[in-house]
């Protein structure tokens, strides 16, 4: 579902076409840092698990779903080596 009309669609897209490829890398940068700065601060606002690390915490929340549980319990065990 989109509110957008299809030229504004079409303008925004053109838009960001015409930004060379190192302001459009520094623009998806600037958005990846922004989330994670949510989500931490998210994870601090409820308080956290006490047994698990802030980076643990953020990889679950960002990509815990991509995985299968196996998978997920190895990258954990990782960050928590690491």
């Known amino acids: 579902m989109t509110d957008t009309s ?3 669609l079409s303008r925004y897209r053109a838009q960001l076409l015409a930004l060379s490829p190192a302001a459009r890398l520094a623009m998806a940068s600037r958005m990846f840092s922004t989330a994670k700065a ?3 601060a998210g994870i601090r ?3 956290g698990r006490a047994a698990s690390s802030s980076r643990e915490q953020l990889f679950l ?3 815990g779903h991509e995985f299968d549980a196996q998978e997920v319990q190895r990258i954990v ?3 928590r080596g690491a």
């Open 6 to 8: 299809p030229e504004v």
């Open 38 to 40: 949510l989500a931490l």
């Open 45 to 47: 606002r409820e308080g």
């Open 61 to 63: 929340r960002l990509y």
């Open 77 to 79: 065990e990782y960050l």
